[in-house]
């Protein structure tokens, strides 16, 4: 059933969108004007050209391209060559998806759940994936023991002979996660991390160089890059923020200007994403009319009046809708499409999953930091603009844990209070951190520079605006909808701030299974 839909829409893409692209009529010339870059060259090409790099190593990680799963390859300046690959069926984000599926987790969207599960267990099947499942040589390289899969000839990740190596069938989604569930997930997140360090550390010796650049759905575990910078062998790390195929459009289109129309790139030292906000914005009076057309009753403030506004509320332990300025690109919000709220509460991560996000208790929420104060707050003192970086929180902003805590298991080790800043700090100690930087995002700087001011603390807990299984809110009548459906307090768009006490009660929803699970 897969191989016709693989031959025919995979393999000859190309074809395929000549064909299409004639439907509509418009008599172009499309042998002679469709560029078209392979899978893995426009993940490499968005890791390079868009960082601050002059020249780094590269290595792009996913599922599967046309038949790529993983490469290496060099860029210099406007140059940029594949060096190595490794083919499918071979895949790490494969293998990793294929645990994705076992612990009852959705393919291709719940493997960042599989990561925030890991914390919780005991990587105890870590030797036996490395016996059974993947032959993992001292360089990276890699062969999967195909026996355990499916994904080759069914419709399915795993088979029957893998659920007899780790004793049982998949999780069903809708039973309660258990503690083989947890030690899987640690499992194979400790092999993937291993199977990244000797890959970047081959890379490093036979390239010398001091930079890399980072590509492909695999290299959004921010957990793995964490301890890639770490490792030392690389001084500079760089990942694409939109590092999954979404990306694999810009780097199609920076691989056509860069390498088939040999134009120059600019470097000034930073990166080329612009903070990531690339999407659409909205002007204070399209603001106005847009809420008002749905019903919304807003008060329009000042800037020093609606940052007062917003800390009032995330002092109060409310949750914050903040819409601001330029739409995030990329899986992340920044800052511009996001919820917040006050890390300090020992309350406010579980509120956010279960009371605003409508998901699982166990998932964790990621700080903004202000850039200036990351080090005396985290141990990391590099830039994460991207949130794809995870650190552990300074041993001066830990609580040490009783006995009795120290002796929970599984999710119940979500009771015990490890920080100052409880909401943001995992179970492991460790936070996926954002800096946030007055270049790149003045307004957000500035409400966490006034939250420092209140409350000495300059991190505020930052998730995506919406709720499990939507995307990320991008219009003003998206977030009035969203406030609305959920138990979000206030929301500040541009100038207008909205609160939830004042709105018609006439048009509340209920979200909470309007979308199917993530």
Not at 49 to 65: C, R, W, Y
Not at 427 to 433: E, F, G, K, L, T
Not at 473 to 495: H, K, Q, S
Request: proline residues 5%; neutral net charge.
């Amino acid at each position: 059933m897969a191989m016709p839909l693989w031959l025919r829409e995979k393999l000859f893409q190309k074809r395929l969108l000549r064909r299409e692209l004639k439907s509509l009529g418009n008599g172009v010339d499309l042998n002679n004007r469709l560029l078209f870059a392979e899978h893995h060259q426009s993940h490499a090409a968005s890791a390079f050209f868009a960082s601050p790099f002059k020249e780094a190593a590269i290595l792009t990680l996913d599922g599967v391209g046309e038949w790529t799963t993983s490469s290496t390859a060099l860029g210099k300046d406007r140059c940029l060559e594949i060096i190595k690959e490794i083919h499918f069926p071979h895949s790490l984000g494969l293998l990793y998806s294929a645990f994705t599926y076992y612990t009852g987790f959705k393919v291709n969207s719940g493997e960042y759940k599989v990561m925030g599960l890991a914390p919780y267990g005991v990587p105890k099947y870590r030797d036996l994936i490395l016996e059974k499942l993947i032959d993992l040589k001292e360089d990276g390289s890699f062969r999967l023991d195909l026996s355990y899969f499916d994904y080759c000839v069914g419709l399915q990740m795993t088979n029957k002979k893998f659920d007899e190596l780790f004793g049982g069938p998949p999780r069903n989604p809708d039973d309660g996660i258990r503690q083989r569930e947890m030690d899987l997930a640690a499992s194979i997140q400790a092999v993937t991390e291993e199977a990244l360090l000797r890959l970047t550390r081959s890379l490093a010796t036979e390239t010398g160089m001091k930079n890399l650049a980072l590509a492909g759905g695999v290299a959004l575990n921010c957990v793995a890059n964490g301890k890639v910078l770490r490792d030392g062998r690389f001084k500079n790390v760089w990942i694409q923020p939109a590092a999954g195929d979404a990306g694999g459009a810009l780097g199609a289109a920076l691989a056509a200007y860069h390498l088939f129309l040999d134009q120059p790139r600019q470097l000034d030292g930073l990166d080329q994403m612009a903070g990531s906000y690339l999407g659409p914005a909205f002007e204070q009076k399209d603001v106005e009319t847009r809420l008002r057309s749905v019903g919304a009753r807003f008060e329009v403030c000042d800037d020093e009046t609606l940052i007062g506004a917003c800390i009032h509320a995330l002092t109060g332990e409310k949750a914050l809708g903040w819409f601001q300025g330029r739409m995030e690109f990329g899986p992340r919000a920044l800052g511009s499409r996001s919820i917040l709220g006050d890390p300090r509460s020992p309350t406010m991560q579980k509120t956010l999953n279960l009371k605003v996000k409508y998901r699982e208790s166990f998932r964790p929420f990621a700080p903004s930091v202000l850039r200036e104060d990351v080090p005396d707050w985290f141990d990391l003192d590099v830039d994460s603009p991207y949130m794809l970086l995870v650190a552990g929180v300074s041993k001066k902003r830990r609580r040490p844990l009783t006995a009795v805590e120290d002796a929970l298991s599984g999710i119940e080790k979500l009771n015990a209070l490890r920080s100052e800043i409880p909401a943001v700090t995992h179970v492991d100690y460790s936070a996926r951190i954002q800096t946030v930087h007055r270049e790149t995002n003045p307004r957000y700087h500035a409400l966490l520079s006034a939250f420092k001011t209140v409350t000495g603390c300059p991190v505020l807990v930052n998730t995506s605006f919406n709720v499990r299984g939507e995307p990320i809110v991008c219009t003003p009548e998206d977030a009035f909808r969203c406030l609305m459906g959920t138990e979000i307090e206030a929301l500040a768009i541009g100038n207008c701030f909205l609160r939830k006490e004042t709105q018609d009660p006439r048009l509340k929803l209920d979200y909470r299974n309007v979308f199917d699970d993530d």
